[in-house]
């Protein structure tokens, strides 16, 4: 990620250099290859610490993400932008641009020439979109609302940092902040599909995952012995596991089912590929998520 690009001209509030000055700033620029001082937001002192809970860390998720509450904090805060339903069409969707994003126009703007250019636009990101949400960890999109994204108009909702736009009073907290994501995953997934997978989920893989999710299906005590993760109730496989789903990307857990475990030549667990569709096995993959998080009253 691109940093804070504090140039050889001095932070922008410095006293303005002299022409002579500022002439051999920029030849000194060209020489070394740099790329001209871009002038970004001075972010907080904070944005330069490493963030509390950005490294794996047990207990990150405490709480069960709940859906609903997180409903709420989205209309208040990110619907103008995402839009009601997470469809990227909020009613400040059209105008947003991206912040200080030209590095031409701010080159020139050293000169105090000011082309006439269009901003560049930034559109909201799309929560119903499939091919992007399933490629995202929880914990991703955790980041992206805690700092928000540099150069973008998504602003930081904790601790905006590289100069992203700060999302303003009152700050979210980690919880706000999982409920608030977990809305925007339940986009992805509708009451039909959660309802399909939990048929084939309790059907096929509960003897083993336990119907709650949490390990102890009848097969649990044999399972123990070949996979010591499983004796602990943490780890690959068992879905209540916050810590662990936190990290877990859809397209992950779809390549797990798809192709089975196998370890030193043991099948831990079979594959299904050939006995699921894909689009089932995608249903499976969404009733996976709410062992994780309570689902939103529109999908109960
Ligand atoms: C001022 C407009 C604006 C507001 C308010 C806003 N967002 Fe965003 N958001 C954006 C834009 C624009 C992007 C796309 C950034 C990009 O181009 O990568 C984005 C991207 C995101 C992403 C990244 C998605 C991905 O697939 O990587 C998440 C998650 C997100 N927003 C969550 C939120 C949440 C939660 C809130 C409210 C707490 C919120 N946003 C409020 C404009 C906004
Ligand atoms: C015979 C027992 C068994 C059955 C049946 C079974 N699994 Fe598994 N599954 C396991 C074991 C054991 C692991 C953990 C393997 C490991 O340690 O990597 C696992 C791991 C997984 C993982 C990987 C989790 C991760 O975070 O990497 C997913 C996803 C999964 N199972 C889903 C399913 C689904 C969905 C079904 C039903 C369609 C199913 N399993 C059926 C035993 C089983």
Redesign the pocket.
């Known amino acids: 990620m691109r940093g804070r690009r504090a140039g050889p001209l001095g932070g922008r509030r410095s006293p303005p250099a002299g022409r002579g000055g500022l002439l051999l700033a920029l030849a000194l620029l060209a020489l070394t290859g740099c790329q001209p001082y871009v002038r970004v937001s001075t972010p907080t002192r904070e944005a330069y610490q490493p963030l509390e809970g950005f490294a794996v860390r047990m207990n990150f998720m405490p709480r069960k993400p709940n859906a609903d509450e997180g409903k709420k904090i989205y209309d208040a805060r990110c619907a103008v932008c995402h839009g009601p339903d997470g469809r990227g069409d909020g009613s400040m969707a059209e105008q947003l641009t991206a912040p200080e994003k030209n590095p031409y126009t701010d080159f020139l703007s050293l000169f105090r020439i000011h082309p006439k250019s269009e901003p560049l636009p930034s559109r909201p990101a799309r929560f119903n979109n499939l091919d992007q949400m399933r490629l995202n960890a929880p914990f991703a999109l955790f980041e992206t609302i805690a700092r928000g994204r540099p150069h973008t108009a998504m602003p930081g909702f904790q601790h905006p940092a590289y100069g992203a736009v700060d999302g303003g009073e009152p700050r979210l907290s980690d919880q706000q902040i999982w409920d608030v994501l977990f809305w925007e995953w339940s986009r992805t997934t509708s009451r039909e599909r959660l309802a399909q997978g939990r048929r084939?989920?309790n059907q096929?893989?509960a003897?083993?995952?336990g119907v709650q999710g949490d390990g102890n299906?009848p097969?649990a005590a044999r399972?123990r012995e070949?996979?010591w993760?499983?004796a602990r109730g943490v780890?690959?496989?068992i879905?209540t596991d916050r810590d662990?789903?936190a990290y877990?990307k859809p397209t992950?857990?779809?390549q797990?089912?798809a192709e089975?475990?196998q370890?030193r030549g043991v099948?831990?667990?079979?594959a299904?590929a050939s006995?699921?569709s894909p689009d089932q096995?995608w249903t499976?993959?969404e009733y996976?998520w709410t062992f994780v998080y309570t689902p939103p009253q529109d999908l109960r």
Not at 267 to 270: H, I, K
């Open positions: 084939i989920y096929m893989c003897s083993c995952h299906g097969e399972i070949q996979v993760t499983w780890g690959p496989g879905f662990w789903m877990r992950e857990l779809y797990k089912i089975g475990v370890r099948e831990l667990m079979p299904y006995r699921l096995i499976v993959v996976l």
